[in-house]
């Protein structure tokens, strides 16, 4: 009895060891798509650059793709789940927009980057900031430099990229997302705005947003707002239906406006971005 008890933990303890060496005789790496780093001259540093390109891509042919850039788009931030949602939406039996290459880019420092510059942080306490939360900030205008005068020209020139731009921004994305809206609203042709955190600079930006769009909006764009649960943050829920009842005003934009009760500020980007291309492109390949 004692032999057959060894003999049978002998077995078990060679199995154990044995079993990584088939497993990896069967397996190989599962690629989802390329990370490259890029040194912008702009922002005097280098970038990861994630980038989910479509499956039947081919850098000899002469398809071009549309593009969809992700504020948030680190391997640790929204790069992988977004992109999932648009490998989703793009197969061949949903086929709700073409098929599209996903950029996203890595933050190093997003309270600097995605605020504009303001004379002073007096109005942080009121949101619930200390001042020293932000020991960086009013950096939008050389990140918006970056993303239109380094970041696209490269993505179209090497990925074969066409004009059909779409960028996603949540929170203080949302923000940088909206500023460029307002500002640069050429740069995309999709705009999908999360709960934008407007409260930035006392609403400066909120305020100033109709006479920016009636000043520098020239083609229709496309938009999509979302805000989570309103009892969580009353004042964000108001902010981004401010928004979007300014937008909804202008003639060269179509926006909708979508509530998520049952999202968080926490959760609310990816139930929003799916929502947000259920939006921007209501028909599927079943309703065409």
Same mark, same amino acid.
């Given at each position: 009895?004692?032999?057959?008890?060894?003999?049978?933990?002998?077995? #078990?303890?060679?199995?154990?060891?044995?079993?990584?060496?088939?497993?990896?005789?069967?397996?190989?790496?599962?690629?989802?798509?390329?990370?490259?780093?890029?040194?912008?001259?702009?922002?005097?540093?280098?970038?990861?650059?994630?980038?989910?390109?479509?499956?039947?891509?081919?850098?000899?042919?002469?398809?071009?793709?549309?593009?969809?850039?992700?504020?948030?788009?680190?391997?640790?931030?929204?790069?992988?789940?977004?992109? @999932?949602?648009?490998?989703?939406?793009?197969?061949?039996?949903?086929?709700?927009?073409?098929?599209?290459?996903?950029?996203?880019?890595?933050?190093?420092?997003?309270?600097?980057?995605?605020?504009?510059?303001?004379?002073?942080?007096?109005?942080?306490?009121?949101?619930?900031?200390?001042?020293?939360?932000?020991? +960086?900030?009013?950096?939008?205008?050389?990140?918006?430099?970056? #993303?239109?005068?380094?970041?696209?020209?490269?993505?179209?020139?090497?990925?074969?990229?066409?004009?059909?731009?779409?960028?996603?921004?949540?929170?203080?994305?949302?923000?940088?997302?909206?500023?460029?809206?307002?500002?640069?609203?050429?740069?995309?042709?999709?705009?999908?705005?999360?709960?934008?955190?407007?409260?930035?600079? @006392?609403?400066?930006? #909120?305020?100033?947003?109709?006479?920016?769009?009636?000043?520098?909006?020239?083609?229709?764009?496309?938009?999509?707002?979302?805000?989570?649960?309103?009892?969580?943050?009353?004042?964000?829920?108001?902010?981004?239906?401010?928004?979007?009842?300014?937008?909804?005003?202008?003639?060269?934009?179509?926006?909708?406006?979508?509530?998520?009760?049952?999202?968080?500020?926490?959760?609310?980007?990816? +139930? @929003?971005?799916?929502?947000?291309?259920?939006?921007?492109?209501?028909?599927?390949?079943?309703?065409?």
């Amino acid at each position: 009895m004692a032999l057959t008890r060894y003999r049978t933990f002998f077995m #078990l303890v060679a199995l154990t060891i044995a079993s990584p060496l088939f497993s990896q005789n069967n397996t190989k790496p599962l690629v989802f798509g390329n990370s490259e780093v890029f040194h912008s001259d702009i922002l005097k540093e280098d970038r990861n650059i994630n980038i989910y390109l479509p499956e039947e891509f081919n850098p000899t042919d002469a398809t071009k793709y549309p593009v969809i850039y992700i504020l948030d788009g680190g391997v640790e931030e929204d790069f992988f789940h977004i992109a @999932g949602i648009v490998r989703y939406n793009t197969q061949p039996w949903v086929e709700r927009f073409p098929r599209s290459i996903v950029v996203g880019i890595e933050n190093t420092n997003r309270r600097r980057d995605f605020t504009y510059a303001v004379p002073n942080l007096n109005f942080l306490e009121k949101e619930g900031f200390k001042k020293e939360s932000f020991p +960086q900030y009013g950096g939008s205008e050389k990140y918006i430099s970056f #993303l239109k005068n380094e970041l696209q020209p490269y993505i179209e020139k090497k990925y074969k990229a066409n004009n059909n731009r779409t960028i996603i921004g949540e929170s203080l994305a949302g923000l940088m997302s909206t500023e460029i809206l307002l500002k640069e609203p050429e740069m995309f042709n999709q705009y999908i705005i999360i709960s934008p955190s407007m409260w930035w600079g @006392g609403e400066k930006l #909120l305020k100033e947003a109709d006479s920016f769009l009636k000043s520098r909006l020239k083609t229709t764009k496309n938009i999509y707002i979302g805000a989570p649960n309103k009892e969580e943050d009353v004042r964000m829920y108001n902010e981004a239906e401010a928004l979007y009842k300014i937008l909804k005003s202008n003639k060269n934009i179509k926006v909708s406006f979508d509530y998520m009760p049952d999202e968080l500020h926490s959760t609310a980007i990816h +139930q @929003g971005v799916y929502n947000g291309f259920k939006k921007l492109y209501p028909k599927s390949a079943y309703s065409k």
